[in-house]
C-alpha cells in the first residue's frame, strides 16, 4: 500500500514507488517513506529527473555494448551476444548493516576453509560423527583422488561467495555457498565501472567503497601461495573457453589482475609440472586460477570424458609444483545439504555461534528430516543435494497432489539425494524501467579472499534481480538483471592502483615469447578476417557508385570489372543480360546488409568480431570498441528500401574510416612482439591473396589497355593517386600490373606484401637457428623472387588466342604459394604438426 507523501518519502513526480506487502523492501518502510542510506541517492534522482536519468542509462548501455559485456544464455542461439542485464539504480547498504554482513561472511568462510581441510585431509568431522558419511562419500563433487593432497597455507578457499537474501522481518539469511569457482566478482567490477560512468558525483559524494582493494588483496594471496613464494610467479586464468556463459568475466578478471587467460590446451604437463605452451618454449605455471568445474580439470584422474582439462593435472598438484584456486574438491561443501550442520560445525572448530543462519535446509539423508519433508512437500522447494544434477528445484506449492505424492516415493527410494528448502519471501528493491521504478526480488552474492590470517569481504557484490515480481527464481540465465553494490562509507577511501610496488627490483624483461600458440593463431586470423573486411568493402563499394550512374563506355567496363571479381568470389550471382542490373543491385545490398548470408560482409565482420571476442585479454579496449561498433554497424544499419544505395554506400565510407582507426591502433599500439607479428603476418597474406584474386579475375580476356576496367582496378586496390602522381592519366596496363604486383614501395602491392612477410618470418621462433631454412623461409623466399624478377612486359605478351597466359600462370602460381604458406605457418606454429626443433624448457 502506498504511504503519505511525507519528508523521505519515495513518492514524486515521475518517481512514485511503493512497497510491496508482504515483503521487505530495501528502498522503502511500509509506510513509504525512504530509508536514510537511500534518502541521497533518491533525492539526486529526483532533482535531476527520469528524462536525466534515461539520458545517463543510454550512454550507460553503450558503454556495456561497446566493452561486449555479455553472459551467455544457454539454448539462445543468440546467447553470446546478450549484453548484460545491468540496471542503472544501485543497490545501497547501510554502513552498520554492513559490518555485520561482513564479519558473518568472513567467519563463514574461514568455517568452510577448515571443513575442506578436514574432508581431505585427517577426516576428523567424520571419524567423530560430526558429518554423516553420506553427505561426503556420496557426494560427486568429493575428489577421492585429491584426499591427502596437501596445498600452501592450508588455504582451499581462495575466492568464497554467498548468495544473501532478505527475509520479511528484515533478517539477512545464507541461501547457498559458492566453493568451487564462483563467478560474478568480475561483473561486480565492471558493474561498478559503468555506475560511476553513470553518476560520478553522487558516487564521490556518499562515499561509496571502493572495490579495488579487494582485489589487490586477492592479488597478494595468490602470489604468497604459489610454490617456492617468488617474488614475480607466473599465474594464468584458466577458462573453459568462450561458450562459458561467463567468459566475458574469465577475459576481463584475466586483463585486470595482470594474468594470462589458458584454455586446458594451452597447458601440459611434463615431469610433474605444469607449462604454458608458447612459440618460444614450455614456460613454467606456478598459481592456476580456474574458473572451471574441478572434475574437467584433468581427464586422467577425475573425469575422463573431459576435453577441458589438462591431463597429469592432479599429480602435479600432489607432487606442489603448481597451486590450484580454488583448491581442486572444494565443490565438495557447495551443497545445501550442508547447512543443517553448520551452526554444530561452527562451534566445534571456531568456537563461536554461526553469526548469520542458512535458510531452514532439511537433508533427507536423516530419518526426521526425511519425514519433515515427506509430510510438509507443500511448502517447501525440493532439490537435488549434490550440485552437478541437470533437476530444476521442484516448488511443492505448484504441482498437485499426485505429483507430490510421486515426488515423496522418489525422495524415500534415494533419500540422500534430496535436500528440501523453506520457501523465502525475498525482499524487493526498485529498478528502473521505461515506465518508472518497480520492484523486483533480489539475491546479493557476497565475496570473500584470504587475508591476514583470516578472510577479507569485498564491500559489495553483484545483486541480481528477478525478471518480474511474480518470481522469486533470481537468475540472468531466466531474464533477470544486475545492480551495482553501493555500501556507504563514513569518509573519502584513498585511491590507489593494483599495481603493487615490489619489494625486491626486478631485472628489466622486454621478452616476448610467452605467447600462447592458441592466442597466435586466433591473432593471425584476426588479421586475416580484418583485412578480408577491408578488401571486400573496397570492392563492394567500387561497384555501388556506378549501378546510379548514368553509363558510358568507362564506367561500363568498370562495372563490369567490379561485377566479374564480385561473381568470382561469389558475393553476386553471374548477371543475366536481360535482368542483369537489377541481379547485381539485390545481390549488393544483400551481400552488405545481410549478415546471415555466407558470402557477406557482415558475417566476416562477425567472424572478425568472434575472434576479437577470443582475444579480449590481448587487445586494447579501444580496438575491442571498434570491432564491436563495426558489427554492430553491419547488424542495425538497415535503411529503408527506396535508399537502400545510398544507405549502403555511407556505411561502407564509415567502415573504411573505422578499419583505418583500427589499422592505426595496431601499429602504434601493439607491442612489436610475436602477438603483434602474427597479427600482421595475417593481414600481409589475406591482402596478397585478396589482390591476386582481383588481378586474375579483374583482368577479364582483352589484351587492350582498356582505361575503364585498368582505372577500376586501381580503385579497388586504392592505388589510384599513387598511379596519377607517377604517370598522369595514361592508362597502360603494364604499368598497373608493375605498380600492383612488382612495386615494393606501394604498400597495396603484392610484393609490398611479400617483403614484409619475408622480414616477419625471419624473426619468427626458430627460424634463423636451423641448418637450412625451413618450409616457411623456403616459401616466402620463392614468392618474393617471383616478384622481383618479373618482367611485365614479357609476362603480358600476349600468346596465339590473344590471353595474358604467362602473367595468369604467375599469378595462379602465386596464390597456391601463398595459401601453402599459411597452411604450413598454422602446422608449425598453431597446432604443431611440424615438430619443433627447439622447444625449450624455462
Known sequence: MQGPKE??????????????EGYYDELATPQGATRLHWRALMEALKASGPEDLASRWKEAQRLIRDNGVTYNVYGDPHGTDRPWPLDPVPMVIDPQEWAGIETAVAQRASL??????????????????????????????????????????????????????????????????????PSGAGYALENRLVSTRTLPDLFRKTYVRRLANFFLSYRETLMSLAPGHRENPRIVLL?????????FEH??????????????GDLTVRDRRVYLKTLGGLLPVDMILRRQDDGFCDPLELRGDSMLGVPGLVEAVRAGTVAIANALGSGAIETAALSPFLPGLSRQILGEELKMPSVANWWCGQEKPLAYVTENLARLVVKQAFPGSPQEPIFGGKISAAEREKLAARIRATPYQYVAQEQVALSTVPVWTEEGLHSRHLVMRVYAVPSGGGYKVMPGGLTRVSSSLDTMVVSVQRGGGSKDTWVLGRG?????????????TLEVSRATFDLPSRVADNLFWLGRYM?????????ARSALPLLSQETDAASATGLQTAVGILTALHFVRDPVEADGAAVVNADLVSMIFDSDRRYSIGRIVHEARRLAWLLRDRISADAWRILNRLDNDFCTRRPAEPFHLLGATDLLDQSIITLAAFSGLVMDGMTRGQGWRFLDIGRRIERASQLLDVLRHGLGDLVNDDSGRLAKLLEIADSSITYRSRYLTTMQSDLVIDLLLCDEANPRSVAFQFARLSEHIAHLPDSGSLSRRSVESRLILSLLSSVQLAETGKLMEPDGRGEWTGLLALLDRLAAEI????SVLSSSYFSHAIPSQQLRHF
Open 7 to 20: 519528508k523521505g518519502s519515495c513518492v514524486a513526480q515521475g518517481w512514485d514507488y511503493s512497497p510491496n
Open 112 to 181: 568452510l576453509n577448515s571443513i575442506l581441510e578436514d574432508l581431505y585431509g585427517p577426516q576428523r568431522l567424520l571419524n567423530e560423527g560430526l558429518l554423516p558419511p553420506e553427505l561426503v562419500y556420496a557426494n560427486p563433487g568429493f575428489l577421492r583422488s585429491c584426499h591427502g593432497i596437501k596445498v600452501p597455507g592450508d588455504i582451499r578457499l581462495h575466492l568464497y561467495a554467498a548468495d544473501l537474501a532478505r527475509s520479511p522481518d528484515g533478517q539477512w539469511w545464507v541461501l547457498s555457498d559458492r566453493t568451487q569457482s
Open 239 to 247: 577458462t573453459p573457453g568462450p561458450y562459458n556463459e561467463t567468459y
Open 251 to 264: 577475459a576481463f578478471l584475466a586483463r585486470y589482475l595482470g594474468y594470462t587467460l589458458v584454455e586446458g
Open 492 to 504: 573519502q577511501e584513498k585511491e590507489f592502483s593494483l599495481l603493487k610496488p615490489s619489494s625486491q
Open 531 to 539: 583485412e578480408r573486411v577491408d578488401s571486400t568493402v573496397r570492392l
Open 819 to 822: 595459401r601453402a604458406l599459411s
